[in-house]
């Protein structure tokens, strides 16, 4: 659960109050360092699923090819033995 300590907020801005520690770190860091991490993992996950539809791609498209191969070799032979 995400809870936010609104009372430096509250209080009227002074030289004091905004160079306080509190202030230091912005929520807006840790949202934004939190979305990229999101964004990373996503982005990685898609590529590695990509690489995988390719490859299968890639051995459906071999096997067809060795069928056509092997359809056109027996006919060869078929042929070639009457």
């Known amino acids: 659960m995400l809870t936010v300590d609104l009372s430096p907020l509250q209080q009227p801005l002074s030289v004091q109050n905004l160079a306080s520690p509190r202030l230091a770190e912005p929520i807006g860091i840790h949202v934004a360092c939190g ?40 006919g060869l032979l078929f042929s070639l033995s009457k």
Do not use: E, H, K
């Open 35 to 74: 979305l990229s991490m999101i964004v990373v993992v996503v982005m990685a996950r898609v590529t590695v699923a990509v690489a995988v539809a390719v490859v299968m791609m890639m051995r459906i498209l071999f096997c067809l090819i060795q069928l056509l191969l092997d359809v056109v070799w027996y």
